[in-house]
């Protein structure tokens, strides 16, 4: 039994398919046979060929997009990717150890990161993360994700398991693998890394699969065609269950699943509380896929389209046709075509080398977000442009996220209007129509709510990030992870302070964090006065379901409770009862 971080409820039973990584932990792995060795090398060379090739096409589209500067790191990646010192290193292992390339490629990158190690100085530890990023592409041409995925692996290995549903076992989930996993029949997932608000997580949730992130030494311990078990509720995994163990999930997963399929069947209904106070229920959205998810479970719009994975995912910068290409599509595909656009919220653990690269001690404190949006005003403007002609195909909104400081609204304001100005200027069709609104994230903004609200035109509260900003504890960090409980005092009188400001005001309100997709959480935010919650597609049956069986009233006296209540223990307990007592049935959709 392995113990990680829940990050998507239900229980699964399934076959392991465990996933190589460049940048993983697990042991190297040799070829079965050692005639496999030249097409091996054959599969090397066809790698760094397809890898120097995009590096070829990126270094001029970005100098058109970006300019001479940014162009220069993709012009060092072509150097790197180009050096027979590197790639005969590879060969050499490939020949004489008779070891696959991933894992040739991995042993390489080690010896470079321990030279790298015994030299302090920050040039060559940028150096060092451009011999990871080109190994990575060249990585990932190697470990493309199949069309189908097998059942078991290629030694026959769990092959009286061939009829289980598959579970993804991998180190970790890198953005442009898990937009590749899309239409996969993946029934779990289990990552070694990352935690709630991982790509991971975020995959698993708008699918509605069950996903525990964090545990440590998975991939060592499991092998694909191992039958193995994932309660993403109490963040269990169990690789190899025993008969019992095996006989007692199946049935939990029976249960589960069969709970969802008859909570899908109220996607025609109108979200209303029991006595019925009409709620909007949006989706959150990464790609088209999403776009016709939230169709299906009934969602009436998207609430939070977030832009970064068409740049994490594209092989160099998309220019503005592109864009406007791809949000069109998303418009379109969407429920009522109404859709919420964030601007690009890149940083933190979502890097392109594009746009540069700098060593922080805190990344997510850093340079990030709208900044790094500020620090790029072509590409920040382009995005723009394309928002708002894809703005005529629908009910569209602009997000801009992180917004710290008045000065920066105003700023994003005034680029916004200069850019209409532009477009009627020379002819280009666009949506007259489309708001601009702040996404709440920094305490420092829901501080300054007031001022905020008289020049926006609506607000969208990310609950991820202003957890982690107001306890100063970083979610993905094992060590202080446990700070970052939205069932905390403290969150709820900051939200209780913006919803009185924008209840005030008559400012549209939406929450789009994780806590919208909670039940205990939305229990206590529709007392609060919250009417617009937007969650991973999922969870949308789910919470139209809760709400249909409590009362304005009743979801009042919650929240004034949990406003009294002085711990994170307290509240969690008396939610906790009062879900039980309201719909006992949709306590597995909630974090144990």
Same mark, same amino acid.
């Given at each position: 039994?392995?113990?990680?971080?829940?990050?998507?409820?239900?229980?699964?039973?399934?076959?392991?398919?465990?996933?190589?990584?460049?940048?993983? +932990?697990?042991?190297?792995?040799?070829?079965? =046979?050692? %005639?496999?060795?030249?097409? %091996?090398?054959?599969?090397?060379?066809?790698?760094?060929?397809?890898?120097?090739?995009?590096?070829?096409?990126?270094?001029?589209?970005?100098?058109?997009?970006? !300019?001479?500067?940014?162009?220069?790191?993709?012009?060092?990646?072509?150097?790197?990717?180009?050096?027979?010192?590197?790639?005969?290193?590879?060969?050499?292992?490939?020949?004489?150890?008779?070891?696959?390339?991933?894992?040739? #490629?991995?042993?390489? #990158?080690?010896?470079?990161?321990?030279?790298?190690?015994?030299?302090?100085?920050?040039?060559?530890?940028?150096?060092?993360?451009?011999?990871?990023?080109?190994?990575?592409?060249?990585?990932?041409?190697?470990?493309?994700? @199949?069309?189908?995925?097998?059942?078991?692996?290629?030694?026959?290995?769990?092959?009286?398991?061939?009829?289980?549903?598959?579970?993804?076992?991998?180190?970790?989930?890198?953005? +442009?693998?898990?937009?590749?996993?899309?239409?996969?029949?993946?029934?779990?997932?289990?990552?070694?890394?990352?935690?709630?608000?991982?790509?991971?997580?975020?995959?698993?949730?708008?699918?509605?699969?069950?996903?525990?992130?964090?545990?440590? $030494?998975? *991939?060592?311990?499991?092998?694909?065609?191992?039958?193995?078990?994932?309660?993403?509720?109490?963040?269990?995994?169990?690789?190899?269950?025993?008969?019992?163990?095996?006989?007692?999930?199946?049935?939990?997963?029976?249960?589960?699943?069969?709970?969802?399929?008859?909570?899908? #069947?109220?996607?025609?209904?109108?979200?209303?509380?029991?006595?019925?106070?009409?709620?909007?229920?949006?989706?959150?959205?990464?790609?088209?896929?999403?776009?016709?998810?939230?169709?299906?479970?009934?969602?009436?719009?998207?609430?939070?389209?977030?832009?970064?994975?068409?740049?994490?995912?594209?092989?160099?910068?998309?220019?503005?046709?592109?864009?406007?290409?791809?949000?069109?599509?998303?418009?379109?595909? +969407?429920?009522?075509? /109404?859709?919420?656009?964030?601007?690009?919220?890149? $940083?933190?653990?979502?890097?392109?080398?594009?746009?540069?690269?700098? +060593? %922080?001690?805190?990344?997510?404190?850093?340079?990030?977000?709208?900044?790094?949006?500020?620090?790029? @005003?072509?590409?920040?403007?382009?995005?723009?442009?394309?928002?708002?002609?894809?703005?005529?195909?629908?009910?569209?909104?602009?997000?801009?996220?992180?917004?710290?400081?008045?000065?920066?609204?105003?700023?994003?304001?005034?680029?916004?209007?200069? *850019?209409?100005?532009?477009?009627?200027?020379? $002819?280009?069709?666009? !949506?007259? =129509?489309?708001? *601009?609104?702040?996404?709440?994230?920094?305490?420092?903004?829901?501080?300054?709510?007031?001022?905020?609200?008289?020049? *926006?035109?609506?607000?969208?509260?990310?609950?991820?990030?202003?957890?982690?900003?107001?306890?100063?504890?970083?979610? =993905?960090?094992?060590?202080?992870?446990?700070?970052?409980?939205?069932?905390?005092?403290?969150?709820?009188?900051?939200?209780?302070?913006?919803?009185? /400001?924008?209840?005030?005001?008559?400012? @549209?309100?939406?929450?789009?964090?994780?806590?919208?997709?909670?039940?205990?959480?939305?229990?206590?935010?529709?007392?609060?006065?919250?009417?617009?919650?937007?969650?991973?597609?999922?969870?949308?049956?789910?919470?139209?379901?809760?709400?249909?069986?409590?009362?304005?009233?009743?979801?009042? &006296?919650?929240?004034?409770?949990? #406003?009294?209540?002085?711990?994170?223990?307290?509240? &969690?307990?008396?939610?906790?009862?009062?879900?039980?007592?309201?719909?006992?049935?949709?306590?597995?959709?909630?974090?144990?």
């Amino acid at each position: 039994m392995h113990k990680g971080i829940a990050v998507s409820p239900g229980v699964v039973v399934g076959v392991a398919y465990r996933v190589e990584s460049v940048f993983g +932990s697990t042991e190297p792995q040799t070829l079965a =046979d050692p %005639e496999q060795i030249p097409a %091996e090398i054959d599969r090397f060379n066809q790698a760094v060929s397809l890898s120097t090739v995009e590096l070829e096409a990126i270094v001029l589209k970005v100098a058109q997009q970006l !300019g001479s500067a940014e162009a220069d790191i993709f012009k060092s990646h072509l150097q790197i990717v180009n050096d027979q010192g590197l790639l005969d290193k590879v060969r050499s292992l490939i020949e004489n150890q008779e070891l696959t390339a991933l894992s040739a #490629l991995q042993i390489v #990158l080690q010896g470079y990161a321990a030279s790298f190690a015994r030299i302090e100085h920050d040039y060559y530890r940028e150096r060092l993360a451009d011999v990871r990023d080109v190994i990575s592409r060249i990585g990932s041409h190697l470990t493309a994700f @199949p069309h189908a995925m097998p059942a078991t692996s290629n030694n026959g290995s769990g092959s009286e398991h061939a009829d289980e549903p598959v579970i993804l076992v991998a180190h970790e989930i890198l953005p +442009s693998q898990a937009m590749s996993l899309g239409n996969l029949p993946i029934a779990g997932i289990v990552t070694e890394t990352g935690g709630g608000t991982s790509h991971a997580a975020i995959l698993s949730r708008s699918r509605g699969i069950p996903a525990v992130s964090g545990v440590t $030494g998975i *991939t060592n311990d499991v092998r694909s065609g191992d039958l193995m078990v994932v309660d993403g509720r109490d963040g269990v995994v169990i690789v190899r269950p025993d008969r019992e163990a095996t006989a007692a999930y199946r049935k939990m997963q029976r249960e589960f699943f069969d709970l969802k399929d008859r909570l899908v #069947l109220n996607r025609d209904q109108p979200a209303l509380s029991a006595d019925g106070a009409p709620i909007e229920l949006l989706a959150n959205i990464n790609n088209v896929a999403d776009a016709q998810a939230a169709q299906k479970v009934g969602a009436t719009g998207v609430g939070l389209f977030r832009t970064e994975y068409l740049f994490l995912t594209h092989a160099d910068v998309p220019d503005e046709e592109e864009q406007y290409q791809h949000y069109r599509q998303i418009i379109e595909d +969407s429920p009522n075509r /109404a859709v919420t656009i964030r601007t690009l919220d890149l $940083g933190g653990d979502k890097t392109v080398p594009y746009l540069g690269r700098r +060593s %922080e001690a805190n990344p997510f404190m850093g340079w990030r977000s709208i900044r790094l949006s500020f620090e790029h @005003p072509r590409l920040f403007e382009r995005q723009i442009r394309a928002i708002l002609r894809a703005g005529r195909h629908g009910k569209v909104n602009m997000l801009f996220p992180m917004i710290t400081t008045l000065e920066e609204l105003r700023y994003v304001n005034r680029l916004v209007e200069e *850019t209409r100005r532009n477009l009627r200027r020379e $002819g280009v069709p666009f !949506g007259e =129509d489309v708001k *601009t609104g702040v996404m709440v994230e920094v305490p420092a903004a829901a501080v300054c709510i007031d001022a905020i609200l008289r020049e *926006t035109d609506f607000i969208s509260i990310g609950s991820n990030d202003l957890i982690q900003y107001l306890v100063a504890a970083d979610r =993905d960090n094992p060590k202080v992870a446990h700070l970052c409980e939205p069932l905390s005092p403290a969150i709820f009188k900051v939200l209780q302070m913006v919803l009185d /400001a924008c209840q005030r005001t008559g400012t @549209p309100v939406t929450l789009c964090g994780e806590m919208a997709g909670q039940p205990r959480s939305v229990l206590a935010l529709f007392g609060m006065g919250l009417r617009r919650f937007s969650m991973s597609p999922a969870f949308v049956p789910t919470i139209k379901a809760l709400l249909s069986s409590v009362t304005t009233a009743q979801a009042e &006296r919650f929240a004034h409770q949990v #406003l009294q209540l002085k711990t994170s223990e307290e509240i &969690r307990g008396y939610l906790t009862a009062r879900l039980h007592e309201v719909s006992s049935a949709l306590e597995v959709f909630d974090s144990a």
